[in-house]
Antibody
Framework: QLQLQESGPRLVKPSETLSLTCTVS??????????WGWIRQSPGKGLEWIGI???????YYNPSLKSRVTISVDTSKNQFSLKLSSVTAADTSVYYC???????????????WGQGTLVTVSS | QSLLTQPPSASGTPGQRVTISCSGSSSNIGSNTVNWYQQLPGTAPKLLIY???QRPSGVPDRFSGSKSGTSASLAISGLHSDDEADYYC???????????FGGGTKLTVL
């Protein structure tokens, strides 16, 4: 049974880099047809797609965050990670990792989600 | 402001049928499939409908999705009190080259 678990610091200072890791269990991250992604949700707000990555390292990012975001994959640990630089209070959110299923990116959907982790940006 | 427009709220009484709309454009709904997510309070979103009208295993057939042109709808029949949640539509946008979510609709069961 596929499980995803986010981990990382819950408190980040303004201007610093937010770093989170998603550990995948119950399936290999080296699987064709799947992308691995990050989605966030500010308190009381809606969902915002951050980006997705294929096990080969090919990635797509939200244009509004692209200059600050890096998503990477570590196949040896069956993990993928998110780095968001120069954070501000506006980046305070619950961050979810998820697996994108579907035949292609354009037909993709997030069927498996982590429980989410609240990251607060504050000094 | 989201590229996918949903009503901020919807409501119904137990047993009733409600629909939630999602309006987009030719670069997203018009050319790609629509997915719907249910988010119960304090929990991660759950996939409810994928590929416009497909239900994942375990999702009751009370939930159905449809798409026409640049709009999509989620219908919930036989409303239950535990259907009270936030509902989000989502689709790939060819102009942004990424996934976009609707702003979400808060469903209240009266």
């Amino acid at each position: 049974q596929l499980q995803l678990q986010e981990s990382g610091p819950r408190l980040v200072k303004p201007s610093e880099t937010l770093s989170l890791t998603c550990t995948v269990s119950g399936a290999s991250i080296i699987t064709s047809s799947y992308y691995w992604g990050w989605i966030r949700q500010s308190p009381g707000k809606g969902l915002e797609w951050i980006g997705i990555i294929y096990y080969s390292g090919s990635a797509y990012y939200n244009p509004s965050l692209k200059s600050r975001v890096t998503i990477s994959v570590d196949t040896s640990k069956n993990q993928f990670s998110l780095k968001l630089s120069s954070v501000t209070a506006a980046d305070t959110s619950v961050y979810y990792c998820a697996r994108q299923d579907g035949f292609t990116i354009r037909l993709g959907y997030f069927q498996h989600w982590g429980q989410g982790t609240l990251v607060t940006v504050s000094s | 402001q989201s590229l996918l427009t949903q009503p901020p709220s919807a409501s119904g009484t137990p047993g009733q049928r409600v629909t939630i709309s999602c309006s987009g454009s030719s670069s997203n709904i018009g050319s790609n499939t629509v997915n719907w997510y249910q988010q119960l309070p304090g929990t991660a979103p759950k996939l409810l409908i994928y590929s416009n009208n497909q239900r994942p295993s375990g999702v009751p057939d009370r939930f159905s999705g449809s798409k026409s042109g640049t709009s999509a709808s989620l219908a919930i029949s036989g409303l239950h009190s535990d259907d009270e949640a936030d509902y989000y539509c989502a689709a790939w946008d060819d102009s942004l080259n990424g996934v976009i979510f609707g702003g979400g609709t808060k469903l209240t069961v009266l």
